[in-house]
């Protein structure tokens, strides 16, 4: 086990909030966007609106308000963006994160006590739009997490180094016009090493690189134990 992996390990396996309280744990129901899910065959998911419309019917059937899930995901969600494909082994569509899909301007919650290390617009087609980086130190290990399609606002107030408790209120979920085209949703990721990078990160990874992603990012879930 890694110190990262440890600590989350150590982490006591209740659920911790990461969008507004209105929102209790029992209206949530995971969502499956894999591949293997043959429903999504009558959806255009590539679409916000199709996405949307199936995570609707989802929400629906379990007479849920929030969707989770998508962590090792592989998805055909990035179909029509350009920058995620290429050949075979190299095509990005495995997900890096943990998807929380919920109304626009839904608040985000900070799941344990951080800084801003970095933020960024990231505008690029099927990329992150608005998107905040926490800096996390906990026994001295250092790590970090990724909140990505925020609102332009999310952004307004922040500086680096700005420290943000639990449960305190650090942004809000954007609109598909802001959050290059999705339907509305939270990613969130946890992130041993950013390998420089500055309020971005990748969150898909093609098969080929997955065994160094998911070994630097591991499972939001051993955070959060949303559904566990
Ligand atoms: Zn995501």
Redesign the pocket.
């Given at each position: 086990m890694t110190d990262l992996e440890k600590i989350l390990a150590a982490i006591p396996k209740k659920p911790i909030p990461i969008i507004d309280s209105q929102f209790s744990f029992d209206v949530y129901t995971p969502l499956d966007l894999s591949v293997s899910n043959t429903s999504l065959e009558h959806y255009n998911i590539t679409t916000p609106a199709g996405c949307q419309e199936y995570i609707d019917t989802v929400l629906a059937a379990s007479k849920a308000k929030v969707a989770y899930g998508?962590y090792l995901e592989q998805r055909n969600l990035y179909a029509n963006t350009p920058s995620f494909n290429s050949a075979s082994d190299f095509v990005r569509n495995i997900?890096l994160?943990?998807?929380v899909w919920a109304p626009i301007g839904t608040p985000i919650i900070t799941p344990m006590d951080g800084k801003v290390h970095s933020f960024k617009n990231n505008t690029t087609a099927g990329d992150y739009g608005p998107t905040i980086i926490l800096e996390h130190s906990v026994n001295n290990v250092i790590f970090y997490t990724l909140y990505?399609?925020l609102s332009i606002s999310s952004l307004e107030q922040l500086y680096v180094g700005k420290e943000f408790k639990q449960d305190e209120i650090l942004a809000e979920m954007g609109a598909p016009e802001i959050n290059v085209n999705y339907a509305p949703?939270l990613?969130f990721?946890i992130i041993k090493d950013l390998q420089g990078n500055f309020g971005d990160y990748p969150?898909?990874s093609s098969k080929a690189d997955i065994d160094y992603y998911s070994k630097n990012c591991p499972n939001p879930n051993l955070l959060l134990s949303i559904g566990v």
């Open positions: 998508g997900h994160g943990l998807d990505g399609h949703h990613h990721q969150g898909v």
